[in-house]
């Protein structure tokens, strides 16, 4: 799972932030924010996300198949509105496109 959120995490931010939709802590924390999750990358560069509904991290061990599905279809639709500005690992623009409401999950309030 690291080997694709990471990724997918600095292109989210990295694509919102050209639109203005990152907004920048005291710390230098960088967050974007849809309706089911909070995207962060760290001044460190390390990245964080967090499940909105429960306000707990998705790590490795927490990660279920919907918090995956959501991160892959938002990743997907941030490439197809706002263009690749950093190389995504092969499975990170894999996105399953069968599930058509879960993209009425994510989009921003």
Do not use: C
């Not at 694509?15 to 924010?33: L, N, P, R, S, Y």
């Not at 061990?61 to 690749?84: C, L």
């Amino acid at each position: 799972m690291q080997n694709f959120v990471e990724p997918a995490v600095k292109v989210v931010i990295s694509q919102m932030e050209k639109i203005g939709e990152v907004e920048v802590g005291k710390d230098g924390t960088k967050t974007f924010q849809t309706n089911a999750i909070a995207w962060q990358i760290t001044p460190d560069g390390g990245v964080n996300l967090t499940r909105k509904a429960d306000n707990q991290k998705i790590t490795p061990i927490s990660a279920t198949p919907k918090d995956m599905n959501i991160i892959k279809s938002f990743v997907q639709q941030a490439h197809e509105r706002y263009g690749q500005t950093q190389k995504l690992l092969p499975q990170a623009v894999s996105v399953d496109n069968n599930q058509p409401t879960q993209r009425s999950q994510i989009q921003k309030a």
